[in-house]
C-alpha cells in the first residue's frame, strides 16, 4: 500500500487567496503595486522568502528584516477568521483510511499545523509534517518530498503526492514519486491541469471525491 503525501495549501486547505492577500499587502507596503491573481501566477508554490528574492532582484526593493514574521502573524490571523479545508478532502481522507498520510509544505511548519488545527484536519496526520525548514532546499527541489517520505518509513517511489502548484509537482516528480494534479483551488483548472501534466504529474483532477478513486487507479 503506498503512502500518501500531501502538499497542504490549496490541497488541505484553501489557504492560497488569503496568502495571497497578505503577500500584496506586504509588496504595496514596500512599493511594488501587485494584483493578486499576479502574484498567485508568479509566487504560487513558492516560499516567501523566495517571493522576497525575486522582488529584490526586479524592483531593487530592500524588505524589513522581520517581513517574513509579519507574514506568518497576518496569515495567522486571517486563517482563524477566514481558513477553511478544500471541499470533499475531510470525506476523501476517511475514504482512504487506513492508509497513512504525510504532509510536505513550503509553508513554515507553524502555519501548516494551525491550518491542520483550525480546518480539523491534524487528526489524519498527527506529527507527520515535513517542510522547507526541514531540508536544505524547498520546492522545486525534492527534498521535501524524500524527507518526509524517510520519516514515514518509505522509499520516494512507493509514495503518492497530492499536489496543485507546477512548483510542487516538478518538486515531487524529480523525488521519484508518483503524482496526482490537484486543480480544484484554482482560478484556471484547465490550464492548470495541462501545466501539472507537463510538470510530470500521471494525472490532474479538480473535486476531492475523486481521489481515492484515482489513489486506486494508481497503486504503485
Known sequence: MPHLIFDCDGVLVDSEPLSMRIDVEILAENGIVMSEEEAHRRFVGRTFAAMLDEMRRDFGVSFPADASNQKDLRLLELYERELKAVDGVGAALEALMPQHFSVASNSPAG????????????????????????????????????????????????CIVIEDSVTG???????????????????????QARKLREAGAVTAFAEMGKLPGLVAENIL
Open 111 to 158: 502555519r501548516v499545523e494551525a491550518a491542520l488545527r483550525i480546518t480539523g484536519l491534524t487528526r489524519f496526520f498527527g506529527n507527520r509534517i515535513t517542510t522547507f525548514e526541514h531540508v536544505a532546499r524547498g520546492k522545486p527541489e525534492p527534498d521535501v518530498f524524500i524527507e518526509a517520505a524517510r520519516r514515514a518509513g518509505y522509499d520516494p517511489k512507493d
Open 169 to 191: 509537482v516538478t518538486a515531487a516528480h524529480r523525488a521519484g514519486c508518483l503524482v496526482l494534479g490537484f486543480t480544484g483551488t484554482h482560478p484556471h483548472p484547465d490550464d
